[in-house]
């Protein structure tokens, strides 16, 4: 059981290679008693602005019995050490139950690409069935058709493809999720190409620049393992007989394939398939959701707010923030920020044509002039008027639609983002003048308040001001606004069992993710489909 040390702390300045006189200072030994040591969390402490500096916690060994290394960690402060055991994952045991045909994942997004390596791992050379194209040609589509042509295609964007939305997001792995499988997420994406620094950062991050090739790199994995990765192949229609999955039917293809277990992983915007999914009663529920804004100001400014005269150091990299107005949007709660992206640009993110929605991301350097978040509210179904049921769920769809196509329509069908001032929009004023933005398809003056509901209008009016008192400029003319942010989660959940993770009334189907309703971002979604995976694992013998 190794010595936990927490709070060593190393200046802007100071080297890593420090770290072993440190650690032999607070136990009291020698720097040859510590017989091996391996850094496990990274953060930066920029509380104070004439003080900002490292915190790192680190595993060690020591070369002297248990009973004495108990000693010396008894004589520190809790909160700076413990000798606790490393957390464990355990690994299922392979199920009795014959399994008549290969697994199945629909989707290719974080869910079904965690799910899909496990079961390949284990044996069961999994089927995976992705409406999008492979990572190389969807970049050629996003770049060529879409950013430079305007020909939008609703089955190679930024949402649909290898990786699902995660590949052109932000890459960032932070999550509240607590679980040692969070660990075997980050491992699996350093093994394939990611930095080893996401194995200690507080706030890991890859880069939509390198998520493509990393992606790659696991379908090659899944691949050699036995596994099949089938792109270009949507799910339209399902077969449940008796209350289980029959059958899968593909778009475009006359044939029915049979399903064995079939593991659920659509991602939050898959609309269609969720339609499809109600009409054969599977049982879907609105959940609360999130919408709001995307706020966006020059990076050097987040630095200077973050770090003060420091801000251009060479050891700190942009400067990021989150931030809560509280109890700003009435019975909703808080006003809050979300998908922080430094030196990143804000992009489209819609699964149709004739809608917009954004979402941030940055590249692995964070070397955009620019830095944005989202900013959203939480919105309770049931102040919608929404039932608790399929019909529920649809309308919940429907409502941010409804959002999204009112942006659409107020740039002329462009796919130019709508923005304004936010000094503009708390004066419910025009903007005018050069409009610099980092959004790909350009920007265009809009009246932002019109296309939200009055309801999150008015909270961004009582939460800004507020958040203005934190940063200096934060609503100054500098900072723009722009509409809608749809996406941060998904308004519905497919009900599962607790327990065997099967969808309620389709024996089967696992569904998993944040199109599921039961994750929020890549990590947990990742995890959530290992989980499902595992459940599989744990029932069915290996397919022959």
């Not at 400067?319 to 109890?327: G, Q, T, V």
């Not at 919608?384 to 019909?391: C, F, I, M, P």
């Not at 923005?419 to 004023?429: A, G, H, K, M, Y």
């Not at 499902?532 to 694992?537: G, H, T």
Request: aromatic residues 6%; glycine residues 10%; proline residues 6%.
């Amino acid at each position: 059981m190794p010595i936990q040390l927490r709070n060593i702390r190393l200046a802007l300045d100071q080297p890593e290679s420090d770290l072993p006189a440190l650690l032999a200072r607070r136990l009291r030994v020698s720097v040859e008693a510590i017989r091996t040591y391996s850094i496990v969390r990274r953060s930066l402490d920029a509380r104070r602005k004439d003080d900002i500096h490292f915190i790192y916690q680190v595993e060690l060994g020591l070369d002297e019995p248990p009973a004495a290394e108990q000693r010396r960690i008894t004589r520190l402060r809790r909160n700076d050490a413990a000798w606790l055991p490393s957390p464990e994952v355990s690994e299922p045991t392979c199920g009795e139950r014959a399994m008549r045909h290969r697994p199945i994942i629909i989707g290719f997004g974080p869910g079904g690409m965690f799910a899909a390596l496990r079961l390949a791992q284990f044996g069961y050379r999994p089927i995976v069935l992705e409406r999008g194209r492979e990572v190389r040609r969807r970049h050629r589509d996003i770049m060529q058709r879409f950013y430079k042509d305007r020909d939008f295609d609703p089955e190679s964007n930024l949402l649909f493809g290898e990786g699902g939305a995660g590949t052109y997001s932000d890459g960032k792995l932070y999550t509240r999720v607590n679980d040692p499988l969070c660990r075997m997420v980050l491992e699996q994406f350093y093994q394939h190409g990611a930095d080893p620094d996401i194995l200690i950062d507080t706030r890991p991050h890859i880069g939509s620049d390198r998520l493509p090739t990393i992606c790659q790199r696991i379908r090659n994995k899944i691949e050699s393992l036995g596994g099949e990765v089938r792109f270009e192949c949507q799910i339209d229609d399902i077969n449940v007989a008796g209350g289980a999955l029959e059958g899968l039917r593909v778009r475009g293809i006359d044939e029915t394939i049979d399903a064995g277990p079939t593991i659920l992983a659509i991602g939050h915007s898959a609309r269609d398939t969720i339609r499809m999914l109600c009409g054969h009663g599977i049982a879907v529920v609105p959940k609360p959701f999130q919408i709001g804004v995307r706020i966006e100001h020059p990076q050097s400014m987040v630095d200077q707010w973050q770090y003060g005269a420091a801000a251009g150091h060479s050891q700190l990299g942009p400067a990021e923030y989150h931030m809560i107005a509280k109890r700003t949007a009435g019975e909703s709660g808080d006003v809050f920020s979300f998908c922080m992206c430094p030196g990143g640009m804000i992009l489209p993110t819609n699964e149709s044509d004739g809608l917009i929605a954004t979402n941030g991301a940055s590249r692995a350097g964070r070397s955009s002039p620019f830095a944005n978040s989202g900013f959203v509210l939480s919105v309770d179904p049931s102040t919608l008027g929404l039932s608790d049921d399929a019909e529920g769920a649809l309308r919940g769809l429907e409502y941010l639609e409804r959002w999204e196509r009112m942006a659409f329509e107020s740039t002329g069908g462009s796919y130019r983002l709508p923005v304004q001032r936010i000094s503009d929009f708390l004066e419910r004023r025009a903007s005018n003048g050069t409009i610099n933005v980092s959004y790909p398809l350009g920007a265009e003056w809009s009246d932002v308040a019109s296309l939200l509901p009055s309801t999150v209008t008015e909270a961004l009016h009582r939460a800004l001001p507020m958040l203005a008192q934190r940063f200096d400029g934060f609503a100054g003319a500098e900072g723009l606004v722009s509409a809608p942010e749809t996406r941060a989660s998904s308004p519905v959940r497919i009900l599962r069992d607790r327990t065997t993770r099967i969808a309620v009334g389709c024996d089967g189907l696992y569904p998993v993710g944040e199109g599921a309703g039961y994750a929020g971002g890549i990590i947990s979604a990742a995890v959530d489909g290992i989980k499902s995976a595992d459940a599989i694992i744990s029932t069915y013998a290996q397919p022959s």
